[in-house]
């Protein structure tokens, strides 16, 4: 995601990217002269103490999340945390306190959000063209991590946190659902399996989706606690039903996040993995699928677009959307944020921790609305 993040502010105008962090300065530097950044460190210490360094991005490891966003809070920087925001929700409300405190500006890169179809959804359902929200329902499916062989640091709970499925892709979809339909869910029930108890681990780190070129004699066998595939029940709002499922065992689906709003007067449904298209359902009239087209969609939705229709945008372009929003409201600091910010990240948070405890006990779980 470094590299992700480094193209995408590249596309923001007014942002300098100073400096990167990386485990080895090697690798650093390396990613660094193909963007023509000259410094790059071992240790990300070091760039806190740069007075010259308004804001920092963290796009490691979950589990490193929570320590890094607290000393650059405390160090007074502006953060932009990699979604999930924590391994907890103890830690993700420290970082709620510490950057309201400091009145800093932070962001959890829910980015998903910002395809322009989805903001399209986003303001019908906010215009009323949905009517009350009925349902909502959907998936998070990829196929990366279907064999025993498949490795990623995601899989050990002690790098990725104790969820791994709903915790890295079915977060994005939870927090999409709750995004579009402007309701919180309110209690679910969670069915998360494991089909992998072992799995071959590479004694060698490997980076995402990696795995896939490895020889066995440079893996050993390791037990997996972390879930492949979780199905969820849950209750939005005051009347709403849902249901989803997360997985990363499903051969075909590569980021298959598809999710459909049922409302009283007519549905959307949405695909990542097609995501210039809409699809609207009615009952008394043909269905359509609408193209992205800056100029017909709704006006809110089309600031999210800035290329015209039959030009695709995509994952990419997610990216530049919610930095441009995030260093525009750092450069104006009496502007509202319209980015998913830490307490953002603290709600996944608390649904991933209601996820486990019904898991656990084989029951339904009640979330606290922040
Ligand atoms: N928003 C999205 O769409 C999206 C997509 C993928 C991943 N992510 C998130 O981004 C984060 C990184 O995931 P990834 O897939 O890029 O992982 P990755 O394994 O490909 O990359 C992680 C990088 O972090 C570096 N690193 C690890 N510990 C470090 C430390 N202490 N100091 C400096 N660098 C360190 C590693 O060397 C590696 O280069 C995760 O939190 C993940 O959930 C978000």
Known sequence: MGRVHLE??????????????????????????????????????????????????????????YQMAKD???????????????????????????ARERALRNCVC???????????MRRMR?????????????????????????WNWRIDAKAGGALRAMGDIGSHWFDMAEHLTGLRVQSLCADLQTFHSTRKRPKQSVETFGGKLLSAAAVEDTQVHTEDFGAVLFRMGESARGAMTASQVSAGRKNHLSIEVYGTKSSVRWDQERPDELWIGQRNSPNQVIVKDPSL??????????????????????????????????????????????LDGLRQMRIMEAELESHRKRSWAELADE
């Open 297 to 342: 969609l709704k006006k809110a939705a089309a600031t999210y677009a800035d290329l015209p229709g039959g030009h695709s945008e995509g994952y990419d372009d997610t990216f530049k959307q919610i930095f441009r929003r995030f260093y525009t409201s750092i450069a104006e600091l009496e502007s509202a944020p319209e980015y998913p910010q830490m």
């Open 72 to 98: 650059a809070l405390l160090a007074g920087k502006h953060v932009l945390c990699e979604k999930p925001l924590s391994v907890s929700v103890a830690e993700a409300q420290e970082l709620v306190r510490l």
């Open 8 to 65: 995408a502010l590249r596309r923001v105008e007014f942002v300098d990217v100073a400096a990167i962090a990386g485990r080895e300065l090697g690798a650093a530097k390396r990613l660094g002269a193909g963007f023509g950044i000259e410094t790059a460190v071992d240790d990300y210490h070091e760039l806190l103490e740069d007075v010259t360094i308004d804001s920092v991005h963290i796009c490691t490891p979950n589990a490193t999340h």
């Open 110 to 120: 829910h980015n998903l959000r910002y395809y322009p179809m989805v903001q399209q």
């Open 126 to 150: 906010e215009d009323g063209d949905l009517g009350e929200v009925l349902v909502v329902q959907g998936t998070y499916s990829q196929d990366w991590l279907l064999y025993a062989t498949d």
